[in-house]
């Protein structure tokens, strides 16, 4: 049950606490008091969305606090929104937790109903729902396993199948692209290997070159240069003969020939370079095979590279492929028989819950007002969920009246029939969980003697989990175990929302206001609570 609640700083709310008693919590009030600011606040602190402009005027943050306390466990929950980012943070047990954390939770804490929720009544994929909310949990769950497994086969079968017949359009390419590349047959790094083994021989042409010249310039026919060297060092020799200082010339002369001689000696060892004009020819029309190529393909010797091995996996993809579609559709026939089963054993339980779920709400409608001979029960339709694989998908049809044909409850049920539908359902609902059941005019559209009937069931039910009902009618405000008031007050040009718990006396002024007020509404005030009294001292089912 919900035992605390407190706001902070929400809308016209400053700081509000509420203890709710187990039972029946009524809240009432003028329209506009701020009820539904209550609401949006449980909403808030139980996963909802809520815009910043909803946090106070002039005020930095809202903060939402509330306890429940569950049979097995007590949790305290609180949630902060901030004015200027709208961000929240959301906090169980003082331990921050993620939105999808609370509304994993909330159906345990509390099941919130209210006129939008009676609209989703005439929504048949609603109606779907409600039903599975009765159904082992498990068959669902196995079901919709199966169903993603075998999309997922189907998917892996359609992307190969596509693949087969993109990579068979192409297949002619792939060919005649892999025989040119055979053709030329090229290794990787083999253009930079050939560039460098070019450089390098028409290097050694040139040294070849250039060691020739210079023996050719020391063993010139004409004049030969070690030669002359000698007739002049014969000259100066003579020379000296007569001349001392022409010696010194012939000395160094003689170091320049021993110089020569040495080069001359140098160049004609020097071993030969290799590398012949064939080989130099050879690595140019090799290289022009493979620029060619390049050219042809418009690709780099890199990406040619890497398209061979491209083409030679596709190509041998599409001589395997045909295994692989035939394990992927002996795999989806697989799946397909489980997924079949699956759905049949979901279909049945879907019958066998829908006629003892007909059954249930037609006791339950009886006890909200409506003819005994009222019918309700779940029309199936097949829906194609795979190929070939129909699951059966309910939608709410009832006869109200005597006499009528069957007809989908969208199309004729009025505001006040999907209002006690609604309770009705709830009750069904809330049967095993037992949370908090949290009424947000599900009253509307009816009254009189069906108004009375509604709030006899509401008391049944709260005699089990606790309810928090908001109402404008004083007939279901009577079976309160503790009221509350919501009202509006104004101070210093500020206005307030303030909500407190009301005294027995408060409680008789509040009904008779709803009445009518006067002396008629106090009479009725008084009746409805001495009618509440003898109800509630009559024991309990």
């Known amino acids: 049950m919900l035992e605390f609640l407190r706001i902070q700083n929400l809308a016209l709310i400053q700081d509000l606490e509420i203890e709710f008693a187990p039972g029946l919590n009524v809240l009432t009030g003028e329209s506009g008091a701020g009820k539904s600011f209550v609401l949006r606040a449980l909403d808030f602190i139980l996963g909802e969305k809520l815009q910043s402009d909803m946090v106070r005027q002039g005020k930095d943050k809202a903060r939402v606090e509330a306890v429940f306390v569950l049979p097995e466990e007590e949790?305290?929950?609180?949630?902060?929104?901030?004015a200027r980012t709208g961000r929240s943070r959301l906090y169980l047990n003082d331990d921050l937790i993620s939105q999808e954390k609370i509304r994993s939770l909330k159906n345990r804490l509390i099941i919130h109903t209210s006129q939008h929720s009676q609209q989703r009544l005439l929504s048949p994929g609603f109606h779907q729902q409600i039903l599975d909310?009765?159904?082992?949990?498990?068959?669902?769950?196995?079901?919709?396993v199966l169903l993603q497994a075998i999309k997922k086969v189907s998917r892996e079968k359609e992307e190969l199948n596509q693949k087969l017949r993109d990579l068979q359009e192409k297949r002619e390419l792939l060919e005649h692209q892999a025989e040119e590349i055979e053709q030329v047959a090229p290794v990787a790094g083999e253009e930079e290997e050939l560039e460098q083994k070019k450089y390098r021989l028409k290097n050694q042409a040139r040294i070849r070159k250039d060691t020739q010249d210079a023996l050719d310039i020391l063993h010139n026919p004409d004049s030969p240069l070690l030669d002359n060297i000698r007739s002049l060092q014969h000259s100066l020799g003579r020379l000296a003969l007569s001349d001392e200082e022409f010696a010194q010339y012939g000395e160094q002369l003689e170091d320049i020939r021993q110089f020569f001689q040495d080069l001359d000696t140098s160049l004609r060892q020097r071993p030969?370079?290799?590398?012949?004009?064939?080989?130099l020819e050879d690595i140019e029309s090799r290289l022009f095979a493979l620029s060619r190529l390049q050219r042809r393909l418009?690709?780099?010797?890199?990406?040619i590279m890497s398209l061979k091995e491209e083409i030679e996996a596709n190509l041998s993809f599409l001589d395997r492929s045909q295994l692989e579609v035939k394990e992927l559709e002996r795999r989806e026939e697989e799946a397909r028989k489980d997924l079949e089963q699956a759905v049949a054993s979901l279909n049945s339980a879907r019958?066998?819950?829908?006629k003892k779920l007909a059954g249930q709400l037609q006791r339950e409608l009886w006890t909200l007002g409506f003819s005994k001979d009222v019918e309700v029960n779940f029309e199936f339709t097949p829906v194609e969920i795979f190929s070939g694989v129909f699951e059966q998908r309910a939608r709410l049809q009832w006869i109200p009246n005597p006499g009528q044909a069957s007809q989908p409850l969208d199309k004729i049920a009025s505001g006040g029939e999907l209002s006690r539908f609604l309770l009705a359902l709830v009750g069904l609902l809330a049967a095993d969980q037992l949370p908090s059941l949290l009424f947000d005019e599900v009253d509307a559209g009816i009254g009189g003697i069906i108004l009375g009937q509604v709030g006899q069931r509401i008391s049944e039910l709260s005699r089990k989990q606790q309810i928090i009902l908001i109402t404008h009618w004083p007939q279901l405000a009577a079976g309160a175990d503790r009221h509350f008031h919501v009202h509006k007050e104004v101070l210093d040009s500020e206005t307030f929302t303030r909500c407190r718990s009301l005294s027995q006396r408060e409680i008789r002024d509040e009904l008779s206001r709803m009445a009518g007020g006067g002396e008629q509404g106090q009479v009725m005030a008084g009746q409805l609570l001495e009618q509440s009294r003898k109800g509630s001292a009559a024991p309990s089912e």
């Open 75 to 82: 949790y305290l929950l609180r949630r902060e929104i901030t």
């Open 133 to 144: 909310g009765f159904l082992d949990r498990q068959i669902l769950e196995q079901k919709d």
């Open 272 to 279: 030969d370079s290799g590398g012949s004009e064939q080989e």
């Open 298 to 303: 418009n690709r780099t010797m890199p990406e």
């Open 351 to 354: 019958e066998q819950a829908g």
